[in-house]
């Protein structure tokens, strides 16, 4: 079976340009979650989606972070502008609503922005 | 808010023996469920082992065992015969059972793993 799957695996791209990350939840899955990983910060939930409805965006920075889900396949996070801050790995995540709610990563997506 | 607090930040092993890497966390809820993830040097996140609040049994998963102590807010986990393959920056994780509370996972700030041949 599938995993979560994540495009790009890597981005490099210039302060002020807009990122978008690709996400393709595990087919059934009914929650998806937006994590950022960086040095200073560990692993932080930017948004999280249940049944393509965003639920929790507290994490999400500032306005220059906006998340979509408009099918439940698949999820985009998008960031405009970006700066150099915004460099990280940010992971999709999904899971199945109900009991543990085990949450299965995606590979990452690291961002670098000169 | 909950935390969770993994107060060793490296841990080292040598091959074939055991390791225990220390978790605990902080919350006044009654009904959660406890994680460890793997993250090795590619930055997957791998699931290793989970457990559930409600039970008393520690959970296992081959050469992986937890030490759930819910009294004294600890989840421990424990590496038997450890590999080169283990070698890996190790997260605890929080995630509260109520719908209210979201389905958010708290982190600790991992514990990075080396193996010794």
Redesign the interface.
């Known amino acids: 079976d599938a995993g979560v799957i994540q495009s790009p695996r890597h981005e490099v791209t210039e302060m002020g340009q807009e990122v978008t990350l690709r996400c393709k939840p595990i087919s059934g899955h009914n929650s998806l979650f937006w994590y950022r990983q960086t040095m200073m910060r560990g692993l932080e939930l930017l948004i999280y989606f249940n049944n393509n409805v965003p639920i929790d965006d507290s994490g999400m920075p500032e306005d220059r972070f906006s998340a979509k889900m408009p099918n439940a396949s698949f999820s985009t996070l998008k960031i405009q502008p970006s700066e150099p801050r915004d460099s990280a790995v940010y992971f999709c995540a999904s899971s199945f609503r109900g009991g543990a709610g085990t949450q299965y990563f995606g590979p990452g997506t690291r961002l670098l922005v000169l | 808010a909950q935390t969770v607090t993994q107060s060793q930040p490296e841990m080292s092993v040598q091959e074939a023996e055991t390791v225990t890497l220390s978790c605990t966390y902080d919350t006044s809820e009654s009904d959660y469920?406890l994680?460890w993830?793997k993250q090795p040097p590619?930055?997957?996140?791998?699931?290793v082992i989970?457990q559930?609040a409600y039970k008393q049994q520690n959970a296992t998963e081959n050469r992986f065992s937890v030490n759930f102590q819910k009294a004294a807010k600890s989840f421990s986990l424990k590496i038997s015969d450890s590999q080169l393959g283990d070698a890996a920056m190790y997260?605890c994780a929080y995630?509260s059972a109520r719908e209210t509370s979201?389905?958010?996972?708290t982190?600790g700030?991992?514990t990075q793993l080396t193996v010794n041949p």
């Open positions: 469920y994680f993830y590619s930055r997957q996140m791998i699931l989970r559930e997260f995630r979201g389905s958010r996972l982190f700030e991992g």
